[in-house]
Nanobody
Framework: QVQLVESAGGLVQAGGSLRLSCAASGRIFSINTMGWYRQAPGKQRELVATITNSGNTNYADSVKGRFTISRDNAKKTVYLQMNGLKAEDTAVYYC???????????????WGQGTQVTVSS
């Protein structure tokens, strides 16, 4: 059974910083792309950032220059460093990963449970 477990989010003032982490566990053979998505109240879930297993990154335009995604392959963990937070960044943040678990010969897509990030203005 593969699980993605996210760190706690929190309440932060506008302009502040927060770091999220997400660790994968289980009978994992390999992890391909990992990423972060978010969903604000009344809105659809949207991509925040992704990172491939070779380190290529992709960001939503709304977070470019403020957020940084990284990963530690040995720890099976992905991070999201969020700087210059704005009220509009308030959302539930979800970790996502494409994982091949044993004994499957194919990848499945997994989601974390979500963690609340609230930015006060």
């Amino acid at each position: 059974q593969v699980q993605l477990v996210e760190s706690a989010g929190g309440l932060v003032q506008a302009g502040g910083s927060l770091r999220l982490s997400c660790a994968a566990s289980g009978r994992i053979f390999s992890i391909n792309t990992m990423g972060w998505y978010r969903q604000a109240p009344g809105k659809q879930r949207e991509l925040v950032a992704t990172i491939t297993n070779s380190g290529n990154t992709n960001y939503a335009d709304s977070v470019k220059g403020r957020f940084t995604i990284s990963r530690d392959n040995a720890k099976k963990t992905v991070y999201l460093q969020m700087n210059g937070l704005k009220a509009e960044d308030t959302a539930v943040y979800y970790c996502n990963a494409d994982i091949r678990s044993l004994p499957n010969p194919y990848e499945n897509n997994y989601w974390g449970q979500g963690t609340q990030v609230t930015v006060s203005s």
